[in-house]
């Protein structure tokens, strides 16, 4: 490892110049100092990887980077050449995309006129609408340009914020976790295309806290903490325990997945059919399943195969279901709202961070009021000494990094919210927890304590419903594994028989077959075992 950044010699007849110099950068803010000093290179056709822990200064180095934010000292060379980007218009002229962690799409409008926002008025909307149906076909990455917004789910969101950087054919195309909600098929095709155009001279300077895909793709990193550059290195030649060490001090403890017998059924799932809320949803037909007491039961699949309307469903939000065909704790719930499913101990932490899981605006202890009401007196008046006591001890618990109990949301790093608002939940001490993407966006540190948290949770005889499209996550975590398919949910499987490839299978709605295969080698063990019984008896 090297304690300053990869840079050609300077003077040397001939030399490119890197495609990106960043000197000194400095960022403050009134109750941070989120860079320090930030030095950086990154060549043409490099991929470079940019690593550090939840509230390491990552993002807003990137966001300097595209213009969005301006740095208080330092310098920025592109091409070689001095630059001051001021806003994201200069930056997308010099041929910097950038695809950010929070999306920026307008909810209400479609996606082609969100991506068509995003590019010079050269191009009239039909054309971008054709351009963009060619580049998710070329890429993988389907999506329909007629769709309004506000119907995608998130992995269909990002897959937007992809392409509409692509259609700017960049020089310096920045990613901040791009691949959080992609399959192992879709990521894998997601570094075809990276790879693809790192060889035609484009760099890419990545984000993420994968630190098996850092390895796999990157050819440089540099990481930071608390602000600063500790260093850059060779991320092929480093292993994922040496990259911990680098990001956050130490290794992420391991996980203690002891097994346990599972106790009573407190979600029942039966025969929930449910007709799609817009025309862009999706059907949920037939599904059945159940959680038990003390387990964690997973639910695996592509972003947009009915996910949302399921959660929905099990949340409350959607309150359209037959009674008796979501049970909680026994009682048919199927038409209840989220505080009466509250009651019988349910509790939910929904994908969408910002406008769902917290009010951006409000600080993190009356963001507790959106679903714990314990500093509320009976006379309606909020204890607001309770409350602020009670939003510290979880910021201490999980370890947040926010400025106290009354920082905005919004002020929060996304895996420092996510470690709050999943936190918030399980402190509840819940009966059931349903969770969705529990660790996107969130660092290895902070992952594996929110892991750790959830199996805990699950030891003390909570039933946990995990809906996620991280594998690695479901099958570190998980008792059983189900995956879900253009409304379809397959037969659980024991996370012992699951692999990566079959469930990758099972994702493109190919589980018939091998259930029927499955099923026939049983039949054939038993039929094998009688045989051995009867000569043996005889």
Same mark, same amino acid.
């Given at each position: 490892?090297?304690?300053?950044?990869?840079?050609?010699?300077?003077?040397?007849?001939?030399?490119?110049?890197?495609?990106?110099?960043?000197?000194?950068?400095?960022?403050?803010?009134?109750?941070?100092?989120?860079?320090?000093?930030?030095?950086?290179?990154?060549?043409?056709?490099?991929?470079?990887?940019?690593?550090?822990?939840?509230?390491?200064? @990552?993002?807003?180095?990137?966001?300097?980077?595209?213009?969005?934010? @301006? +740095?208080?000292?330092?310098?920025?060379?592109?091409?070689?050449?001095?630059?001051?980007?001021?806003?994201?218009?200069?930056?997308?002229?010099?041929?910097?995309?950038?695809?950010?962690?929070?999306?920026?799409?307008?909810?209400?409008?479609?996606?082609?006129?969100?991506?068509?926002?995003?590019?010079?008025?050269?191009?009239?909307?039909?054309?971008?609408?054709?351009?963009?149906?060619?580049?998710?076909?070329?890429?993988?990455?389907?999506?329909? +340009?007629?769709?309004?917004?506000?119907?995608?789910?998130?992995?269909?969101?990002?897959?937007?914020?992809?392409?509409?950087?692509?259609?700017?054919?960049?020089?310096?195309?920045?990613?901040?976790?791009?691949?959080?909600?992609?399959?192992?098929?879709?990521?894998?095709?997601?570094?075809?295309?990276?790879? @693809?155009?790192?060889?035609?001279?484009?760099?890419?300077?990545?984000?993420? *806290?994968?630190?098996?895909?850092?390895?796999?793709?990157?050819?440089?990193?540099?990481?930071?903490?608390?602000?600063?550059?500790?260093?850059?290195?060779? =991320?092929?030649?480093?292993?994922?325990?040496?990259?911990?060490?680098?990001?956050?001090?130490?290794? =992420? =403890?391991?996980?203690? *997945?002891?097994?346990?017998?599972?106790?009573?059924?407190?979600?029942?799932?039966?025969?929930?059919?449910?007709?799609?809320?817009?025309?862009?949803?999706?059907?949920?037909?037939?599904?059945?399943?159940?959680?038990?007491?003390?387990?964690? !039961?997973?639910?695996?699949?592509?972003?947009?195969?009915?996910? @949302?309307?399921?959660?929905?469903?099990?949340?409350?939000?959607?309150?359209?279901?037959?009674?008796?065909?979501?049970?909680?704790?026994?009682?048919?719930?199927?038409?209840?709202?989220?505080?009466?499913?509250?009651?019988?101990?349910? *509790?939910?932490? +929904?994908?969408?961070?910002?406008?769902?899981?917290? !009010?951006?605006?409000?600080?993190?202890?009356?963001?507790?009021?959106?679903?714990?009401?314990?500093?509320?007196?009976?006379?309606?008046?909020?204890?607001?000494?309770?409350?602020?006591?009670?939003?510290?001890?979880?910021?201490?618990?999980?370890?947040?990094?926010?400025?106290?109990?009354?920082?905005?949301?919004?002020?929060?790093?996304?895996?420092?919210?996510?470690?709050?608002?999943?936190?918030?939940?399980?402190?509840?001490?819940?009966?059931?927890?349903?969770?969705?993407? =529990?660790?996107?966006?969130?660092?290895?540190?902070?992952?594996?304590?929110?892991?750790?948290?959830?199996?805990?949770?699950?030891?003390?005889?909570?039933?946990?419903?995990?809906?996620?499209?991280?594998?690695?996550?479901?099958?570190?975590?998980?008792?059983?594994?189900? !995956?879900?398919?253009?409304?379809?949910?397959?037969?659980?499987? +024991?996370?012992?028989?699951?692999?990566?490839?079959?469930?990758?299978?099972?994702?493109?709605?190919?589980?018939?077959?091998?259930?029927?295969?499955?099923?026939?080698?049983?039949?054939?063990?038993?039929?094998?075992?009688?045989?051995?019984?009867?000569?043996?008896?005889?």
């Amino acid at each position: 490892m090297s304690s300053t950044p990869f840079s050609h010699p300077p003077g040397l007849p001939g030399a490119v110049p890197p495609r990106l110099q960043l000197a000194g950068i400095t960022k403050r803010y009134p109750a941070v100092v989120a860079n320090s000093g930030v030095s950086l290179a990154v060549q043409p056709g490099e991929i470079h990887a940019v690593l550090g822990e939840n509230g390491a200064g @990552k993002s807003t180095l990137m966001k300097i980077i595209y213009g969005s934010v @301006k +740095p208080d000292e330092g310098s920025v060379h592109f091409n070689g050449q001095p630059v001051q980007v001021r806003n994201p218009q200069e930056a997308r002229a010099l041929g910097i995309a950038m695809v950010f962690q929070h999306f920026s799409l307008f909810d209400t409008l479609t996606v082609a006129e969100n991506v068509w926002l995003g590019l010079d008025r050269r191009h009239a909307l039909a054309e971008v609408t054709q351009r963009i149906t060619a580049k998710a076909s070329e890429y993988g990455l389907d999506i329909d +340009p007629l769709r309004p917004v506000h119907t995608l789910s998130v992995g269909e969101m990002q897959r937007v914020e992809i392409i509409r950087a692509l259609l700017t054919d960049p020089q310096l195309l920045i990613l901040d976790e791009p691949t959080s909600v992609l399959t192992p098929q879709a990521v894998e095709k997601l570094f075809v295309v990276l790879r @693809k155009l790192a060889s035609e001279g484009c760099s890419i300077l990545y984000i993420s *806290h994968k630190l098996h895909e850092i390895r796999a793709l990157c050819t440089a990193c540099t990481v930071l903490r608390g602000g600063k550059v500790t260093g850059v290195c060779n =991320p092929a030649e480093e292993s994922n325990a040496s990259l911990s060490r680098m990001m956050i001090g130490a290794e =992420p =403890p391991a996980l203690q *997945h002891r097994a346990v017998q599972a106790g009573a059924t407190v979600l029942r799932v039966d025969g929930l059919s449910l007709p799609r809320a817009d025309q862009f949803g999706v059907d949920l037909i037939d599904l059945q399943f159940e959680v038990r007491a003390g387990e964690v !039961v997973g639910i695996a699949g592509v972003s947009g195969n009915g996910q @949302k309307e399921l959660l929905y469903a099990l949340s409350g939000e959607d309150a359209r279901a037959e009674p008796a065909s979501i049970q909680v704790a026994g009682q048919n719930a199927g038409r209840m709202g989220p505080a009466q499913r509250r009651a019988l101990g349910l *509790h939910f932490v +929904p994908e969408e961070r910002l406008g769902r899981g917290a !009010v951006p605006t409000m600080g993190l202890a009356h963001n507790l009021l959106l679903t714990r009401t314990d500093a509320v007196a009976g006379s309606g008046w909020i204890r607001v000494g309770a409350l602020q006591a009670h939003a510290r001890a979880i910021i201490e618990r999980f370890n947040v990094k926010a400025g106290g109990p009354d920082s905005a949301a919004k002020s929060l790093s996304g895996g420092n919210l996510q470690k709050f608002i999943v936190g918030r939940e399980i402190d509840a001490n819940p009966k059931l927890l349903i969770v969705s993407q =529990p660790t996107w966006g969130v660092d290895v540190g902070a992952a594996a304590q929110i892991r750790g948290e959830i199996l805990a949770l699950r030891d003390a005889g909570c039933a946990v419903l995990v809906v996620s499209e991280e594998l690695d996550e479901l099958f570190e975590i998980c008792d059983r594994l189900h !995956v879900v398919a253009k409304g379809h949910l397959s037969p659980s499987v +024991p996370r012992a028989e699951a692999t990566v490839e079959r469930i990758g299978e099972w994702m493109s709605g190919l589980w018939h077959a091998d259930v029927q295969a499955h099923l026939a080698r049983n039949r054939e063990q038993l039929a094998q075992l009688t045989q051995e019984a009867q000569h043996a008896q005889a």
